[in-house]
Each structure stands twice: as structure tokens, then as C-alpha cells.
């Protein structure tokens, strides 16, 4: 098993452009998740996914957009990239209640 | 919602000394506590993981104590090794409406002196 995937590792994005971080899985979990992570911050939840065409918001939500149309697959969507979403970027799975998260390498991502 | 807040938020120890990292939690419906590893540049992984039903957990060098009357959960290292340096992340969790809400502490950034 692979786990979790995340693509790219890195990007940098001028202000204003777009771009999609890919996520997918190949445990069959149900849950996925997407974390950013700020130094000093922990892990803040921006948009999460309890199975194949449902998602629903975090704490963070803003200038994102997520889709679910596979249980393998969880991508993050960023519009109009601002200065202020600079982080790392996490994708997690779970394969159910009281189970741990599984973290994929991450995406670090700059906007300039 | 839940808050969860960790202690401290750096800890130095000698190689050999044990290292212990506390958390509390406000929402007395949290009944999933684990532990989390971030070494620099890599991704958060688990190490150990405690249930509501359980007051402790130990797996080797690493213990897991809970006491939900006070709510709190804390992290013991013994024989600290210096490839113990990370940052260590404490989460509560709890079931909400089909969903599995995880709250995440700061983080502690471990370093052990050899």
C-alpha cells in the first residue's frame, strides 16, 4: 500500500493564479481530510469528507473548494491565491471511528 | 467546540531523562486521544493512541496517562534518544453527527541534548 498520496511536494504560485493539490488514497477509507500547517500553528482543518459525494467545511475554509466524486480521491482546490494561504498543506485519511489519521507527505506552497 | 491545549511548547531534555508533554480538553464528549510525531520536513505520524475506557497506555519507552475527570491526557518518554527531536502533537476526538471531529494541541518541539 502506497497510503496517502499528495502532489506536487512543492509549488510556488504568483498572486491571484490557481492551482489543485491532488490527494488519493489506497486504504479504502471512508474519511479524508485536509490540514494546512502554519509554524507555530498545529494543524488547523480547512475541508474534510466522510465518503464518496459529501464534504462539508472546517475551521479554515476560505479560499478553498473541494471536491469527492471517488472514495480514492480528495483534491483541494485554491482560487485567487493569496499571500495569507502560504503553508504546508496536509491530506489525511481514516478508516473509521476512534482509528488514526494517516498523513500524506504534504505540499509546501508559497504565494508570492 | 473542543479546545485542546498543550505543555510545553518546547522542552529540552539530556539524552537518558524522561520527557513528559500534558494536554487538556473542554469537551468532556472527546473519547479518541492519540499522540502524533512530526519530524522536521515530514508528515505527522502516530505513535500511540489512548481510548476513553483506558486511564493508560504504554508501548516501550512511550506511555499515554488519561484522566477524564480532569480532562487531561499527557505523553511520557523515558530513555529519551536524540532521535526523539520532533514536534509532538496531541489531539482530542469525538463523534459528531456521522463525522469525527479531531482537534489538534500547538505542538512541543522535543530536543534531546546527546
Known amino acids: 500500500n502506497a497510503g496517502v498520496t499528495q502532489t506536487p511536494k512543492f509549488r510556488i504560485l504568483k498572486i491571484g493564479q490557481s492551482m489543485t493539490l491532488q490527494c488519493t488514497q489506497d486504504?479504502?477509507?471512508?474519511?479524508m481530510y485536509w490540514y494546512r500547517q502554519d509554524p507555530g500553528m498545529g494543524l488547523k482543518l480547512i475541508y474534510y469528507?466522510?465518503?464518496?459525494?459529501?464534504?462539508d467545511k472546517g475551521e479554515v475554509p476560505n479560499g478553498y473548494n473541494v471536491s469527492r466524486s471517488t472514495t480514492e480521491d480528495f483534491p483541494l482546490r485554491l482560487e485567487l491565491a493569496a499571500p495569507s494561504q502560504t503553508s504546508v498543506y496536509f491530506c489525511?485519511?481514516?478508516?473509521?471511528?476512534?482509528?488514526?489519521?494517516?498523513f500524506g507527505n504534504g505540499t509546501r506552497l508559497t504565494v508570492t | 467546540g473542543e479546545n485542546v491545549e498543550q505543555h510545553p511548547s518546547t522542552l529540552s531534555v539530556q539524552e537518558g531523562d524522561s520527557a513528559v508533554i500534558k494536554c487538556t480538553y473542554s469537551?468532556?464528549?472527546?473519547?479518541?486521544f492519540p499522540w502524533y510525531k512530526q519530524e522536521l520536513g515530514k508528515r505527522p505520524q502516530l505513535i500511540i493512541d489512548?481510548?476513553?475506557?483506558?486511564g493508560e497506555k504504554k508501548d516501550q519507552r512511550i506511555a499515554v496517562t488519561l484522566n477524564k475527570t480532569a480532562k487531561h491526557f499527557s505523553l511520557h518518554i523515558t530513555e529519551t534518544q536524540p532521535e526523539d527531536s520532533a514536534v509532538y502533537f496531541c489531539?482530542?476526538?469525538?463523534?459528531?453527527?456521522?463525522?469525527?471531529?479531531?482537534?489538534f494541541g500547538i505542538g512541543t518541539k522535543l530536543q534531546v541534548i546527546p
Open positions: 489525511a485519511s481514516r478508516g473509521g471511528y476512534n482509528s488514526p489519521l494517516h
Open positions: 486504504m479504502n477509507h471512508n474519511y
Open positions: 469528507s466522510v465518503g464518496a459525494g459529501i464534504t
Open positions: 469537551d468532556s464528549a472527546s473519547n479518541y
Open positions: 489512548i481510548r476513553s475506557n483506558v
Open positions: 489531539a482530542a476526538s469525538k463523534n459528531s453527527g456521522g463525522y469525527q471531529k479531531v482537534t
